[in-house]
């Protein structure tokens, strides 16, 4: 069974980091591709940044390019997202996921077989809220 838990969100005031965990168990993380999504309250959800497996290649929106790092240690099967100089407009829940179709693309970031097509794997998802 494969399941993805995220930890590490919270409040945090504008221009404070943060730094979110997904750990991975029932797959090995070598071979998969793995991002994370957020999505603020009536706002569609965004693809915010991939780990490419096949080649170590990261992607990231434009909206925090520069603020944000995706990193991985396959030893411990878990992805982080290191988030620097935090904005309001951060504010959202964040999910990480994987499946066996998910591929990092440049502009979508995180990409599947189509646009409609709904990955397989999820982390509960972690609230991260930015005010002053």
């Known amino acids: 069974q494969v399941k993805l838990v995220e930890s590490g969100g919270g409040l945090v005031q504008p221009g404070g980091s943060l730094r979110l965990s997904c750990t991975v168990s029932?797959?090995?993380?070598?071979?998969?591709?793995v991002g994370w999504f957020r999505q603020a309250p009536g706002k569609e959800r965004e693809g915010v940044s991939c780990?490419?497996?096949?080649?170590?290649?990261?992607y990231y929106a434009e909206s925090v390019k520069g603020r944000f790092t995706i990193s991985r240690d396959n030893a411990k099967n878990t992805v982080y997202l290191q988030m620097n100089n935090l904005k309001p407009e951060d504010t959202a829940v964040y999910y990480c996921v994987t499946d066996s179709f998910l591929h990092c693309a440049d502009g979508d970031v995180i990409s599947g077989p189509s646009r409609s097509y709904e990955y397989d794997y999820w982390g509960q998802g972690t609230q991260v809220t930015v005010s002053s």
């Open positions: 029932g797959l090995t993380l070598d071979y998969y591709a």
């Open positions: 780990s490419s497996s096949s080649d170590g290649r990261t």
